[in-house]
């Protein structure tokens, strides 16, 4: 069942429904045409790119929690070359609007990334990860300081073709304040939260029970840190917000556009239950009805 | 008859073995029709499907989980022991060692319980074997024998001039899941602990038993699936008798459909493959077994194990 009541307008586009892939949930759009089709979603992010491939981090990379789950996984990733020549072409095709979330180890990298993705024909949007915790190389998360964030974002943004996205920690002091710099500096959009920096032992190993010391958390668990932080957030800027973390169903990702969120992205709900997509979709359409709405863009920061 | 998932999946009922495995699973629900244990700590669990999904060949997993709970949360990776669609609906069944909360959580379920079930995913064994493969040694340890019970049901669709094997060992007699594997012959048991059969592990019963290997003029195959301190031995006897060893890995998983990388494994290249696509059954030449065993990769796996 197709229905308008779903669009909303973000960053100048029509989209047909305000759910989105988070990036690295869904691979780079191809792994399950049928199980998952990307036609589903109003808009896809893509695993997170780097300008030459990354290797990633060492196994075991994922660790369940209560309700939730860490990971590790490191951005692993084929690089920006590869994926313009062998992924990018079966991609465009859909008619999905593409979201190309990228990184770099250091500030050149970056810049790098950006231009190769702006030379991509027929992307959407790029969305600048500046909150993966699981790179011990940046010492630090670069969004955890607005001074940091703010001077990426001068740095990258006038070398985008396409709308820039910026993606929020949640490991921080007070993150509208880098919401406000990343907005200062030329942000067409933010998108909020990654995950939380994570511990899990195994007691009787005596290790982690990741590769790494530390790893990412998301799932269900994060859900009310997200909302708090969207809705602070949505407060404190403008521009339009891709409220994720922890949403795995229909009243979740409600409570998301309520609190200020223009798109909803999920992320940890992919891995466990692909039918959760269109769920939230026909959970949406009925939440509508029952409140007596025409559309779901009326939800859009109620609260 | 339950409808079909996918709109590539023929509607014929009879496994198309011959084509390569194209997995494209299908999410669906499975209500638990029979659980019941299998062994000590192991319980037999088969679930009717609600949907009909591509058939699985032997080999291939499924993601099983919870739809009532977010805890656990990821769906736990199940190798398929038997698969039987008909008129009357579909239905696949299990092998399940208890192991943490997952697994017994699975074992609380009753007759009625509705889990969410993806299926059927990764590589089969069965495209390793060759329309004129004389022999098929399957070799398992523990609850590795899963996938070993569609192995023997299927094999003689894709080779019919093959005979099977099954070498089967576990550390006790009441351990082994006897009932639910389908052989009256061509069965070999080895318990460590001497309560049934061969005394001793069931690499070490390979090695006593190696003229099996060669009175099929050399062609045999080995089929193993256990946890990875019997495949590394495995490996061994392979490199030192020069047999072709097949392997399948019971690595932890996140998503199971590719979409996470979360079950990254390193392969002879140095290279990370995911197992959940590449694999799970990989030819035992692809794994860079030193690797894999020195650091601790697969450690969910249920590696305790440091190669001296
Ligand atoms: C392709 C594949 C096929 C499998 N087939 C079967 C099968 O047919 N029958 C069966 O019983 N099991 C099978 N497994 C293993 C099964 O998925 C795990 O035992 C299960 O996920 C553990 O979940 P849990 O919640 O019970 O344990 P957890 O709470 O997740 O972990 C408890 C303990 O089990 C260990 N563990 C975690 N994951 C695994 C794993 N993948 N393998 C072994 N130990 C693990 C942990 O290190 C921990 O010590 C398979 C795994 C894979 C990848
Ligand atoms: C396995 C995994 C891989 C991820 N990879 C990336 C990534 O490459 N880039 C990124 O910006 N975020 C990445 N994330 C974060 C998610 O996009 C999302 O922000 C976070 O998981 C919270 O949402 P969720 O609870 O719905 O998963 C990853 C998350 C998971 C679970
Ligand atoms: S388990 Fe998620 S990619 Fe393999």
């Given at each position: 069942m197709t229905s308008n009541r779903l669009e909303v307008t973000f960053l100048g586009k029509t989209i047909k429904n305000p759910i989105v892939a988070a990036s690295g949930c869904y691979g780079y759009g191809l792994e399950q045409p049928e199980l998952l089709p990307p036609e589903a979603f109003g808009a896809i992010t893509l695993k997170g790119l780097s300008a030459t491939p990354k290797r990633g981090n060492p196994p075991p990379r994922i660790a369940e929690t209560p309700c939730g789950m860490l990971n590790s996984i490191g951005l692993e990733n084929v690089g920006?070359?590869?994926?313009?020549?062998?992924?990018?072409?079966?991609?465009?095709?859909l008619g999905v609007p593409i979201i190309a979330n990228f990184f770099g180890d250091d500030e050149t990298e970056f810049q790098k990334a950006a231009q190769m993705l702006s030379d991509l024909e027929g992307l959407f949007a790029m969305e600048l990860n500046l909150s993966?915790?699981?790179?011990?190389?940046?010492?630090?998360?670069?969004a955890s300081d607005p001074k940091v964030a703010s001077r990426l974002v001068r740095l990258i943004k006038p070398l985008c073709r396409y709308p820039l996205i910026v993606k929020l920690s949640p490991n921080v002091a007070s993150i509208s304040e880098v919401a406000k710099a990343c907005e200062d500096s030329g942000a067409d959009a933010l998108s909020l939260i990654n995950t939380l920096l994570g511990m899990a032992i195994d007691v009787d190993a005596k290790s982690s029970r990741l590769g790494t010391r530390f790893g990412g958390l998301s799932g269900p668990s994060i859900y009310p840190i997200a909302l708090r932080m969207v809705s602070e957030v949505s407060?404190?800027?403008?521009?339009?917000?891709?409220?994720?973390g922890?949403?795995?169903?229909p009243e979740d990702a409600i409570g998301m556009m309520l609190a200020g969120a223009s798109l909803v992205g999920?992320?940890?709900?992919l891995l466990v239950n692909p039918f959760g997509v269109e769920e939230i979709k026909q959970g949406m359409l009925a939440y509508l009805d029952r409140h007596g709405l025409e559309k779901v863009a009326c939800l859009q920061g109620r609260l | 008859m339950p409808t079909s998932c996918s709109s590539r999946t023929s509607t014929a009922l009879s496994p198309d073995l011959s084509v390569r495995p194209a997995s494209s699973p299908c999410q669906t629900e499975g209500e638990v029709v029979a659980i019941a244990q299998a062994g000590a700590g192991i319980f037999w669990l088969e679930l009717a499907l609600s949907l009909l999904p591509m058939s699985p060949m032997a080999g291939q997993f499924a993601m099983v989980g919870f739809k009532d709970t977010q805890d656990p949360l990821l769906n736990r990776p199940l190798s398929i022991a038997s698969f039987e669609a008909g008129s009357t609906g579909c239905r696949v069944?299990?092998?399940?060692?208890?192991?943490?909360k997952g697994t017994r959580r699975l074992a609380e379920a009753r007759q009625g319980h509705k889990l969410r079930v993806i299926i059927p995913m990764g590589q089969s064994f069965l495209r390793h074997v060759g329309p004129d493969q004389r022999r098929i040694i399957a070799v398992a340890g523990g609850v590795g024998v899963a996938p070993m019970v569609l192995l023997g049901r299927q094999i003689k669709q894709v080779s019919p001039e093959a005979d099977f094997l099954l070498l089967y060992g576990a550390k006790t007699k009441a351990e082994l899941a006897k009932r639910h594997l389908g052989l009256t012959d061509g069965?070999?048991?080895?318990?460590?602990?001497?309560?049934?059969?061969?005394?001793?592990?069931?690499?070490?019963?390979?090695?006593?038993?190696?003229?099996?290997?060669?009175?099929?003029?050399?062609s045999a195959k080995v089929?193993?699936?256990?946890?990875?301190?019997?495949?590394?031995a495995l490996n061994k006897l392979a490199e030192r008798h020069r047999f072709d060893l097949v392997v399948s890995f019971e690595g932890p998983m996140g998503c199971g459909m590719g979409f996470c990388l979360g079950c990254a494994m390193e392969n002879r290249e140095g290279m990370y493959v995911k197992l959940c696509q590449k694999g799970p059954v990989m030819d035992a030449k692809e794994v860079d077994w030193e690797r894999l065993t020195r650091s601790d990769e697969l450690r969910g796996a249920g590696c305790d194990f440091k190669p001296a």
């Open positions: 920006i070359e590869a994926f313009a020549k062998n992924t990018w072409p079966h991609l465009r095709g993966c915790p699981n790179k011990p190389q940046w010492g630090r998360i670069l407060r404190a800027v403008r521009i339009p917000i891709v409220g994720m922890g949403v795995s169903s999920v992320g940890t709900l | 069944g299990f092998l399940v060692a208890i192991r943490g069965l070999y048991v080895a318990t460590e602990d001497g309560s049934e059969g061969f005394k001793g592990r069931v690499t070490e019963l390979v090695e006593a038993e190696r003229a099996l290997l060669l009175q099929a003029g050399g089929f193993a699936c256990g946890p990875l301190p019997m495949l590394y």
